[in-house]
């Protein structure tokens, strides 16, 4: 699976959109692209998937360049409680195997 | 919203002891998988599990390790003689399918600590 390249941190303002980045430039055409996040020390939770489209669901929009190369996860209207770590994955679509294998992430922190 | 359960949240056992960490993954989904996390370290894959076998391991998936689906609901993961290092949190996880459309659903998590 490609690798994924993230910023350790980042800071937002309560309400204010967030705009996560992540590089993964050697992305291969069958391969995904997933968010998760975990709070504190949750399970991870899914947040939203794509192959080369935009998409977007209640939680967030997920925007692909045309290359693949990058992505950005976008939470619109930012709270406390989206205070966490979110880990892009890219992941190769296959039958009955695959991993979702976590880097470091970024860790979002909102503010008041 | 279906949810994956995991039990124990927190299970203390002493070095050296079996235990058996329990998940009961959604019900109509495929895929499972073990997860840990090892305090302030990353989420670590250990082991994926389709159709009643091992689908992937990882290289801590040892022989200390085994997993088991004995009656079509529970996913247990076994560690046979624990050691200090064991000690994490350990997240089961489920999915419909595995071809990239869809995402893992992960439980709350085992805690684990051995002394």
């Known amino acids: 699976d490609a690798k994924t390249t993230q910023p350790p941190s980042m800071d937002c303002a309560e309400g204010r959109a967030a705009n996560l980045p992540c590089n993964h430039s050697?992305?291969?055409?069958?391969?995904?692209v997933y968010w998760y996040r975990q709070i504190h020390s949750q399970g991870p939770q899914y947040i939203i998937h794509?192959?080369?489209n935009n998409e977007t669901n209640e939680m967030a929009s997920l925007i692909i360049t045309e290359d693949r190369k990058s992505s950005t996860l976008i939470l619109p209207h930012a709270t406390l409680r989206d205070t966490a770590v979110y880990y892009c994955?890219?992941?190769?679509?296959?039958?009955?195997?695959?991993?979702?294998?976590f880097g470091d992430g970024t860790t979002l922190t909102v503010k008041p | 919203e279906p949810e994956v359960t995991q039990t124990p949240s927190h299970q203390v056992t002493q070095m050296g002891q079996e235990v058996i960490l329990r998940c009961v993954p959604i019900?109509?989904?495929?895929?499972f998988y073990w997860y840990r996390q090892i305090l302030g370290q990353k989420v670590e894959f250990l082991v994926s599990?389709?159709?009643?076998?091992?689908?992937?391991k990882s290289e801590i998936f040892d022989d200390q390790f085994s997993v088991e689906r004995p009656d079509g609901s529970n996913f247990t993961l076994k560690i046979r003689s624990t050691k200090l290092e064991d000690s994490a949190m350990y997240f089961c996880?489920?999915?419909?399918?595995?071809?990239?459309?869809?995402?893992?659903?992960f439980g709350s998590g085992t805690r684990l600590t051995v002394v």
């Open positions: 996880a489920s999915t419909l399918r595995d071809r990239g459309n869809y995402g893992y659903t």
């Open positions: 050697t992305i291969s055409g069958n391969e995904y």
């Open positions: 794509g192959l080369k």
């Open positions: 994955i890219v992941r190769v679509a296959r039958a009955n195997a695959g991993k979702s294998t």
């Open positions: 019900s109509n989904h495929l895929y």
């Open positions: 599990f389709y159709n009643n076998e091992i689908s992937e």
